[in-house]
């Protein structure tokens, strides 16, 4: 894991885009900036939470449930 630089710019989403919050390990839609908070959504409904940008990240690519079957 790297640490980010105070200099680096966060990561802005685009609306609809799904996310992972790093402060609460949460993956969420973004919905929008508000205030300068990102408003997120649980990817299945649910009450939205806000998360401040620099704990806001591209969501991780889902794994193959297959890739764990495979012999190695």
Do not use: F, K
């Amino acid at each position: 894991m790297t640490i980010r630089q105070r200099n680096t710019p966060a990561y802005r989403p685009h609306v609809g885009e799904l996310v992972y919050d790093r402060r609460t390990g949460r993956t969420g839609i973004y919905m929008d900036t508000i205030g300068g908070e990102h408003y997120l959504r649980p990817e299945h409904g649910g009450r939205e939470w806000t998360a401040e940008p620099h704990h806001v990240s591209p969501a991780p690519e889902p794994r193959d449930s297959t890739e764990c079957l495979q012999p190695r």
